[in-house]
């Protein structure tokens, strides 16, 4: 603070010098609007941006101004003038209006405060122009993040609400298919006509399995594993997908500490990133996929979710395409937002990643500019523990064995019971079966020879899956359980998570996957 002087020694300029220190476009005008003083932060703004005539304005009648406006602006303006009148009038102690100021150069957002001025001779208004510009800013995203996620909820919905019973369609068209395909011997075009019923079957069941993942309805199946090691296995896949007119590098640091995600998802991210980065660069370029570990601070973490600060594994994945300009970087992961030809995308790539990251606790920066390429980097939270080593995906692909044991299939929609019933039987299998959920305790009660293992729906008429299992487990305490649904929310603890010793069936799965399975869990084997 400066020295204080009696107001007798005030300088007869220092008001003026004080309006012009304000950083706020201060203007007094005279009772019949005449605008008589303007400060310097008005006179700046006014040459700026060429408004108002000679003088910034000064003498002008700033209501004849406003009254004059035409274009987008009409409205606004009117509205101005009418709320100064009312201040000049005495009617209104003040008048305050927010509005847009859009120059060809720059985004602002004013706050125009008008106040009655009546003092030392003078007889009028204060109008101040504050600008709120980076308030304003915050709020419009605030308001566009709130939309975003009412949207993805929405859809979450929508995807939860078809999925059951869409699965379960899907589920007897790729079983019958597969039988088909099966049986129908050597008849080349018949097999041709199978195959594609089939790959249209794992489509529609994979853009299901898409709409529950952008909605993080998705179940997953997470553990401590290393971010380098799951870009590994997938190496050769990528290398495919990319095509020979695309280079592909991989700098992937040897350790980047351990997250908690479901692998298969991060590999899923990848494809879906890679396809991105393909279609960006039609005539060929580089793709650069790198891990590293990085030291988030709390000030550089996304605002507004509980996010902690620390050390985090980056996946970034890096194209020399042709980049995006801001209004699409804008939209990238509205979910069903593409700037591709209809049915060369369907716009759920980005939002599939961006569900799958956040249920695994990160969060995603993009970084792109046209002609510049684009830079994806995703954040998961290093977490403490060991890194497991994934399992190899070659395991999967082993021939199904049968067996003899009893199976007690409960699932009440009816082809696809009897698609499965045959199935185990044609393969050994004793099975018992039941249409719902108190037929199957029925069901059981008569039955006194042990059941070795329970596939039961999830999602059952009367009791659920859940219940049925408890219930049989109280006096078969041996009894193991494979559970089927395409869609396991009402199954899932937390964040879509799923208890590790419970074995989910995703619907739709194919009949060869339900024998390996249901052998494994026989077997004692953690199965999935
Ligand atoms: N690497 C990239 N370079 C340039 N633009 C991109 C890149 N990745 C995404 N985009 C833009 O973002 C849009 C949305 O991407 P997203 O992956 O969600 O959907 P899509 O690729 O259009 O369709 P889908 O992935 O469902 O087949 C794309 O249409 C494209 O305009
Ligand atoms: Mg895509």
Same mark, same amino acid.
């Given at each position: 603070?400066?020295?204080?002087?009696?107001?007798?020694?005030?300088?007869?300029?220092?008001?003026?010098?004080?309006?012009?220190?304000?950083?706020?476009?201060?203007?007094?005008?005279?009772?019949?609007?005449?605008?008589?003083?303007?400060?310097?932060?008005?006179?700046?703004?006014?040459?700026?941006?060429?408004?108002?005539?000679?003088?910034?304005?000064? *003498?002008?009648?700033?209501?004849?101004?406003?009254?004059?406006?035409?274009?987008?602006?009409?409205?606004?303006?009117?509205?101005?003038?009418?709320?100064?009148?009312?201040?000049? +009038?005495?009617?209104?102690?003040?008048?305050?209006?927010?509005?847009?100021?859009?120059?060809?150069?720059?985004?602002?957002?004013?706050?125009?405060?008008?106040?009655?001025?009546?003092?030392?001779?003078?007889? *009028?208004?204060?109008?101040?122009?504050?600008?709120?510009?980076?308030?304003?800013?915050?709020?419009?995203?605030?308001?566009?993040?709130?939309?975003?996620?009412?949207?993805?909820?929405?859809?979450?919905?929508?995807?939860?609400?078809?999925?059951?019973?869409?699965?379960?369609?899907?589920?007897?068209?790729?079983?019958?298919?597969?039988?088909?395909?099966?049986?129908?011997?050597?008849?080349?075009?018949?097999?041709?006509?199978?195959?594609?019923?089939?790959?249209?079957?794992?489509?529609?069941?994979?853009?299901?399995?898409?709409?529950?993942?952008? +909605?993080?309805?998705?179940?997953?199946?997470?553990?401590?594993?290393?971010?380098?090691?799951?870009?590994?296995?997938?190496?050769?896949?990528?290398?495919?997908?990319?095509?020979?007119?695309?280079?592909?590098?991989?700098?992937?640091?040897?350790?980047?500490?351990?997250?908690?995600?479901?692998?298969?998802?991060?590999?899923?991210?990848?494809?879906?990133?890679?396809?991105?980065?393909?279609?960006?660069?039609?005539?060929?370029?580089?793709?650069?996929?790198?891990?590293?570990?990085?030291?988030?601070?709390?000030?550089?973490?996304?605002?507004?979710?509980?996010?902690?600060?620390?050390?985090?594994?980056?996946?970034?994945?890096?194209?020399?395409?042709?980049?995006?300009?801001?209004?699409?970087?804008?939209?990238?992961?509205?979910?069903?937002?593409?700037?591709?030809?209809?049915?060369?995308?369907?716009?759920?790539?980005?939002?599939?990643?961006?569900?799958?990251?956040?249920?695994?606790?990160?969060?995603?920066?993009?970084?792109?500019?046209? *002609?510049?390429?684009?830079?994806?980097?995703?954040?998961?939270?290093?977490?403490?523990?060991?890194?497991?080593?994934?399992?190899?995906?070659?395991?999967?692909?082993?021939?199904?064995?049968?067996?003899?044991?009893?199976?007690?299939?409960?699932?009440?929609?009816?082809?696809?019971?009897?698609?499965?019933?045959?199935?185990?039987?044609?393969?050994?299998?004793?099975?018992?079966?039941?249409?719902? *959920?108190?037929?199957?305790?029925?069901?059981?009660?008569?039955?006194?020879?042990?059941?070795?293992?329970?596939?039961?729906?999830?999602?059952?008429?009367?009791?659920?899956?859940?219940?049925?299992?408890?219930?049989?487990?109280?006096?078969?305490?041996?009894?193991?359980?494979?559970?089927?649904?395409?869609?396991?929310?009402?199954?899932?603890?937390?964040?879509?998570?799923?208890?590790?010793?419970?074995?989910?069936?995703?619907?739709?799965?194919?009949?060869?996957?339900?024998?390996?399975?249901?052998?494994?869990?026989?077997?004692?084997?953690?199965?999935?």
């Amino acid at each position: 603070m400066g020295t204080v002087l009696p107001m007798s020694d005030v300088p007869a300029s220092a008001p003026l010098a004080v309006l012009d220190a304000v950083p706020a476009h201060i203007a007094l005008v005279d009772a019949s609007g005449v605008i008589r003083l303007v400060n310097a932060a008005w006179r700046r703004f006014a040459d700026g941006n060429g408004l108002l005539s000679a003088h910034c304005g000064v *003498g002008e009648d700033y209501l004849r101004v406003c009254d004059a406006a035409t274009g987008a602006d009409r409205a606004e303006a009117r509205r101005t003038a009418a709320g100064i009148r009312r201040v000049l +009038s005495g009617e209104r102690p003040s008048f305050v209006q927010d509005y847009p100021c859009h120059s060809p150069t720059q985004l602002a957002w004013f706050r125009m405060i008008v106040t009655p001025l009546d003092r030392g001779g003078l007889h *009028g208004a204060v109008i101040m122009h504050v600008d709120v510009t980076e308030r304003e800013t915050q709020y419009q995203g605030l308001e566009a993040q709130f939309l975003q996620s009412q949207k993805m909820e929405a859809v979450g919905r929508l995807a939860g609400g078809v999925a059951h019973d869409f699965n379960n369609a899907l589920q007897v068209i790729h079983a019958y298919g597969e039988l088909i395909e099966e049986h129908v011997g050597q008849d080349p075009v018949a097999l041709e006509y199978t195959r594609q019923i089939l790959a249209a079957a794992r489509r529609a069941a994979a853009l299901t399995h898409q709409l529950l993942a952008l +909605s993080r309805k998705q179940v997953l199946r997470p553990v401590l594993f290393d971010l380098s090691t799951a870009t590994r296995e997938i190496e050769d896949m990528l290398r495919m997908t990319l095509g020979g007119e695309i280079r592909l590098i991989v700098e992937r640091a040897a350790s980047v500490g351990t997250i908690e995600a479901d692998p298969g998802q991060i590999q899923q991210i990848l494809i879906n990133l890679a396809i991105n980065a393909r279609d960006a660069m039609p005539a060929g370029g580089e793709l650069i996929i790198s891990t590293s570990t990085r030291d988030i601070a709390r000030e550089d973490l996304p605002a507004g979710e509980p996010f902690t600060p620390g050390p985090y594994a980056v996946l970034r994945v890096r194209d020399s395409g042709h980049g995006m300009d801001p209004a699409t970087q804008a939209r990238i992961f509205e979910p069903f937002f593409t700037t591709k030809a209809a049915g060369k995308g369907t716009g759920l790539g980005l939002s599939t990643v961006a569900g799958i990251v956040t249920q695994s606790k990160g969060f995603i920066r993009v970084q792109s500019a046209p *002609g510049q390429g684009t830079a994806v980097d995703l954040f998961f939270p290093v977490v403490p523990g060991t890194a497991e080593e994934l399992p190899s995906p070659a395991l999967q692909h082993l021939p199904p064995r049968g067996g003899s044991e009893t199976i007690f299939l409960v699932e009440d929609e009816h082809s696809l019971r009897t698609v499965v019933r045959q199935t185990l039987q044609d393969n050994g299998y004793r099975v018992l079966e039941a249409a719902d *959920g108190s037929a199957a305790i029925a069901v059981a009660a008569d039955f006194a020879a042990p059941i070795d293992l329970l596939l039961t729906d999830i999602i059952l008429p009367g009791f659920s899956g859940r219940s049925v299992a408890n219930r049989l487990r109280r006096s078969r305490p041996d009894m193991r359980v494979i559970y089927m649904s395409g869609y396991a929310d009402d199954f899932i603890a937390d964040h879509g998570i799923l208890d590790p010793d419970i074995v989910l069936l995703e619907k739709p799965f194919s009949l060869a996957h339900l024998l390996v399975n249901v052998r494994d869990t026989l077997d004692g084997h953690a199965a999935a």
